[in-house]
């Protein structure tokens, strides 16, 4: 049996609908699963954050064409 727990959050309209919408667009089975990969995304970029890094280079592949992410401050100070 795996170890899973329950977790209930509040949205506002605009922040629900956003989620929606990534659920839908990326065909996720669930909303819960559209918050779990987005939270391993943040942890991903925190983690690089931590190293100094700032800015993420994607391309599109068909194209090579290359678009630069600012990332923005995802450390909490202190």
């Given at each position: 049996m795996s170890n899973t727990?329950?977790?209930v959050f509040s949205f506002d309209e605009r922040s629900f609908e956003s989620?929606?919408?990534m659920t839908e667009q990326a065909r996720y089975p669930s909303m819960g699963q559209t918050v779990k990969d987005s939270l391993q995304?943040?942890?991903a970029l925190q983690n690089q954050?931590?190293?100094g890094y700032k800015e993420v280079i994607v391309r599109n592949p068909e194209?090579?064409?290359e678009r630069i992410i600012i990332v923005p401050d995802l450390l909490p100070e202190g």
């Open positions: 727990k329950r977790v989620l929606e919408k995304v943040l942890r954050a931590k190293q194209t090579n064409e």
